[in-house]
């Protein structure tokens, strides 16, 4: 295992960490302690920690330690403002380009969305969401929309609005899913994309109304699923 | 997102790392000496520009991301190489969103942009108000000088005096609209001066060549 390796699975499992909730807005991270958690040394921590910085994920208190970002209204309208048009376009240009396959792919993905919402499991609905949008920006076939996605990573920011929803809101969503599939069959792409804006706006709302510190606490889970930070 | 947030308490690594970023972007823009020999290392690269190893990794997997290099299989990057597509994949993206970002920055005039600055698609982008449109934008931008390092030394190159008279010309027109507050004419002159530059590069963009890297489906 090359060092790079370790340095970029500590990032990644960091990022996880913090989009998915398990670490709040506002706690303060110990480098000491996070090595010892990932059973990794100090220097793939700190140099996770700078990424995280950079990306604005992570910010630092008034004594200069490290603490999870919390997302401002503003920052959500903008980040939700890009993925319109991003996604909206990816999904325009997978209406024409996308394979049989990966048609099947997607079909598969929205049965096991139906199953998991019924368990109400919100964990494995946000991974479906996050592989179903994934495919799709994929489908598009433009290489530097996949790489701009996945290096800013805000789909995870939507999928934790999901997590944390209602279950009247999950409904919704896995029947977009469901929509969505149809249109890229049909490659209804003006349809498609204007109902990729749509879902997105009802994640913006979501997140918004469940105030943006519900965001992380996607992993303590409820009946009704939208828990604020205390 | 909030880039700037308080470095000072992380400045001194952060500063080395971002010194050999600098240096490394360079020399690839450049197609300076250090990247000249194929397969690119940490280790001996940290070598060669006399730093700490931590620094050199950092940046290698930052130009990894912004698409200077590609990773390797059996370890290290080298530079990545363009093709026609990839020229295409850009400029569509671009096209969806700088022009947007232009009629944005018309309707608060107060942080327009100059035409003469380097960094004009960058100065457009922030005067959008959206900071993470933004750093897309920028991204983007990034992307096309890395990009150009494969396609510049391709020949039938226009001379590099006529495209800068061009491009002044066309940021002045996009900088005008945007002072006028005149939105929709903002977003259709950067529409076309982006369409315009993108004829340029895309018939520059190197061929195809067997075997290589980068190959999407």
Not at chain 2, 35 to 54: E, F, Y
């Amino acid at each position: 295992v090359t060092r790079t390796s370790v340095a970029s699975s500590a990032y990644t499992k960091l990022r996880t960490a913090i989009v998915t909730g398990r670490i709040a807005p506002g706690r303060v991270l110990s480098e000491g302690r996070i090595a010892a958690d990932f059973d990794v040394s100090r220097t793939p921590v700190r140099q996770a920690l700078r990424r995280l910085e950079l990306e604005g994920h992570i910010e630092r208190d008034g004594r200069g330690r490290p603490i999870v970002h919390a997302l401002t209204d503003r920052e959500l309208a903008e980040i939700f403002a890009v993925r319109e048009l991003l996604e909206g376009f990816g999904a325009r240009l997978a209406a024409t380009r996308i394979s049989d396959a990966e048609i099947d792919q997607l079909a598969a993905i929205v049965e096991r969305d139906w199953m998991a919402h019924r368990r109400g499991d919100v964990e494995e609905l946000a991974r479906l969401n996050t592989e179903f949008h994934g495919l799709i920006m994929l489908a598009s076939r433009n290489r530097a929309l996949v790489e701009i996605v996945d290096e800013l990573q805000w789909r995870v920011v939507g999928l934790s609005a999901f997590a944390v929803g209602t279950k009247a809101d999950s409904e919704r969503f896995v029947s977009e899913h469901a929509r969505m599939l149809e249109l890229l069959r049909e490659g209804a792409t003006g349809e498609l994309e204007a109902l990729v804006h749509e879902h997105l706006r009802t994640a913006h709302h979501v997140l918004a109304a469940g105030s943006v510190g519900a965001v992380a606490s996607g992993g303590e889970r409820g009946e009704h699923g939208r828990r604020r930070v205390a | 997102m909030p880039r700037e947030t308080s470095r000072e308490a992380i400045r001194r690594p952060a500063a080395l790392a971002d010194a050999a970023y600098d240096r490394l972007r360079s020399d690839l823009l450049e197609r300076g000496p250090l990247t000249a020999g194929g397969r690119i290392v940490a280790g001996d690269l940290a070598a060669r520009l006399g730093m700490s190893r931590t620094p050199v990794r950092e940046a290698l997997d930052r130009l990894g991301r912004i698409g200077y290099l590609e990773r390797l299989d059996g370890g290290g990057y080298q530079r990545r190489r363009y093709r026609t597509r990839d020229a295409r994949d850009l400029h569509e993206l671009r096209l969806l969103l700088e022009p947007v970002g232009a009629e944005l920055a018309a309707a608060d005039r107060s942080r327009g942009p100059g035409p003469d600055a380097r960094s004009f698609h960058a100065d457009v982008a922030s005067a959008s108000g959206n900071r993470v449109l933004a750093h897309v934008i920028e991204l983007l931008t990034e992307r096309v000088s890395a990009m150009r390092t494969d396609l510049e030394h391709e020949g039938r190159q226009r001379s590099r005096a006529s495209v800068e008279r061009e491009r002044r010309i066309a940021h002045a027109a996009v900088a005008d609209a945007i002072r006028r507050g005149d939105g929709p004419a903002a977003r259709r002159a950067m529409a076309e001066h982006l369409t315009f530059e993108a004829r340029g590069v895309l018939t520059r963009t190197a061929p195809v060549e067997p075997g290589a890297s980068g190959a999407d489906a």
